[in-house]
């Protein structure tokens, strides 16, 4: 059975750019989360979708969006790009409405550098 | 909103020794606890979780125990090997609140 799966691994953007990053769930799986880890905020919830619905919302700017599609996949967007948007963007899935009733699984991330 | 703190930062263990983490919540309303290793260039991968319903849960080398009345759970590692180098993250979440609240990491190394 596939894990979660991310797409880029890697990407270098510039500042004042805009990044857009997918993510696939666990086949099944209808809730996805995103997280940002950085080394001075370690990680830090970002959204969290469930039938094609933000349910949930982390203390970021308003630069940083989500969209669940019908099969669950998931993509999140970050505009006007800057410096300490640098981070590992992690992705993750659980079976229904998580963590509390769900187990969560993590995909391996996308990693953003802003230069 | 939850806070969870996580110590030691880092840890260094004789190989075939134990490692003990421990993490405390602020929410009394948390019931969910689980933990993460992650390894370099890699995502947090789940090892273990506990619910509050249980004091204790046991897979093979590692176990997880909770204290609700001090809020506050640990990660317990017997035996340890070199592949249990890696980073390891607690976390909380309550009840109908979906997602997770990290502690800051521990770094464990296993010394051959």
């Known amino acids: 059975k596939a894990g979660v799966t991310q797409t880029p691994r890697y990407l270098i953007k510039t500042r004042g750019q805009q990044v857009t990053l997918s993510c696939s769930p666990i086949s099944g799986h209808r809730s996805v989360s995103w997280y940002q880890q950085t080394p001075g905020q370690g990680l830090q919830f970002l959204f969290e979708?469930?039938?094609?619905?933000?349910?949930n919302k982390g203390n970021f700017p308003g630069r940083f969006s989500g969209r669940q599609f019908s099969n669950s996949r998931s993509e999140m967007n970050v505009s006007t790009l800057e410096l300490g948007d640098s981070a590992l963007y992690l992705c993750?899935?659980?079976?229904?409405?998580?963590?509390?009733?769900?187990?969560?699984?993590f995909g391996e991330g996308s990693w953003l550098t802003v230069v | 909103g939850e806070n969870v703190e996580q110590h030691p930062s880092t840890l260094s263990v004789q190989e075939g020794d134990s490692a003990v983490i421990k993490c405390t919540y602020s929410d009394s309303a948390s019931n969910y606890f689980p933990w993460y290793k992650q390894e370099l260039g890699k995502g947090p991968q789940l090892i273990i979780d506990?619910?509050?319903?249980?004091g204790e849960k046991k897979d093979q080398r590692i176990a997880v125990t909770l204290n609700k009345t001090a809020k506050h759970f640990s990660l317990h590692i017997t035996e340890t090997q070199p592949e249990d180098s890696a980073v390891y993250f607690c976390a909380a979440s309550k009840r109908n609140d979906y997602k997770l609240s990290f502690g800051a990491g521990t770094t464990v190394t296993v010394r051959a």
């Open positions: 979708y469930f039938s094609e619905t933000q349910r």
């Open positions: 993750a899935s659980s079976l229904s409405r998580g963590p509390s009733g769900n187990t969560i699984y």
């Open positions: 506990i619910r509050s319903n249980v």
